[in-house]
């Protein structure tokens, strides 16, 4: 059981999903930094931590989105205050396989990225000219007209 009252919850993102609240980007009192993810079910009105850190540390402005029963996770800065370009997920429906990196590096930064779903697509935008698309587990990058 995670001690939630040393837990602090700083730089961190949230998401929906089936009956369940994802809180992501956590950092855990003596840990390895904003890692951690731990997940609330309404319905039972438990808290309960995601076993597997994310792979990168990340702070200040992320975001995670659920999208085709997979928790996604991009942006922010790590402890140097380097901005993360990776895109990494998990699996709802299993976590025991852990985050796994995403084939998505943005050319761009990503730390204040946002993502809106329309139909069955998802499209990043890092704030330039251009879109990244997620349609069938495929990435794509849309730039604007010059």
Avoid at 53 to 82: C, M, S
Wanted: proline share 4%; glycine share 6%; aromatic share 14%.
């Amino acid at each position: 059981m995670v001690d939630y009252i040393n837990t602090f919850f700083r730089s961190a993102s949230i998401a929906y999903h089936n009956g369940t609240i994802y809180h992501v980007g956590l950092i855990r009192h003596g840990t390895d930094g904003f890692k951690w993810t731990a997940k609330y079910e309404i319905e039972t009105n438990r808290w309960a931590t995601i076993q597997h850190p994310l792979q990168y540390i990340r702070r200040n402005e992320i975001l995670a989105f659920i999208f085709a029963d997979k928790l996604y996770v991009f942006g922010g800065t790590d402890d140097e205050d380097h901005n993360k370009t990776a895109l990494e997920s998990i699996d709802l429906s299993n976590t025991e396989g852990g985050w796994q990196k995403e084939p998505l590096t943005s050319p761009y930064p990503l730390d204040v990225a946002k993502a809106f779903i329309v139909d069955e697509r998802v499209y990043i935008c890092p704030g330039w000219s251009h879109f990244i698309e997620l349609k069938d587990e495929k990435y794509r990058l849309v730039t604007a007209p010059s």
